[in-house]
Nanobody
Framework: QVQLVNSGGGSVQAGGSLRLSCAAS????????MGWSRQAPGKQRESVAH???????SYADSVKGRFTISRHNAENSVYLQMNSLKPEDTAVYYC???????????????WGQGTQVTVSS
């Protein structure tokens, strides 16, 4: 019932910036949490940054101070501003979320197709 669509990503030099966007669509009543995880070659997927319905944010220690997750004026769209990028940030980034489907508490949890972020030295 829910579709997550990523945009952004690409290749940048170390120290550069990228901005990722994610939009959720479908029969969404509300959301609990949205954000990004990432997976680098040879690594397990890890949480990067997430924001909940009360605008409380969480970040991986490795990106604190460099990445900022935000919502604009739509609760089902989120943005990840990535500054001071490092080669170790290279990974496929997946938008993910946990959504309310109705007023009875039904939920849907999933992730989008992913987008490649490559940071060169």
């Amino acid at each position: 019932q829910v579709q997550l669509v990523n945009s952004g990503g690409g290749s940048v030099q170390a120290g550069g910036s990228l901005r990722l966007s994610c939009a959720a669509s479908g029969s969404i009543f509300g959301f609990n949490e949205m954000g990004w995880s990432r997976q680098a070659p040879g690594k397990q997927r890890e949480s990067v940054a997430h924001i909940n319905s009360e605008d409380s944010t969480s970040y991986a220690d490795s990106v604190k101070g460099r990445f900022t997750i935000s919502r604009h004026n739509a609760e089902n769209s989120v943005y990840l501003q990535m500054n001071s990028l490092k080669p170790e940030d290279t990974a496929v980034y997946y938008c993910d979320g946990d959504f309310l489907l109705d007023s009875n508490g039904a939920t849907w949890t999933g992730w989008g197709q992913g987008t490649q972020v490559t940071v060169s030295s």
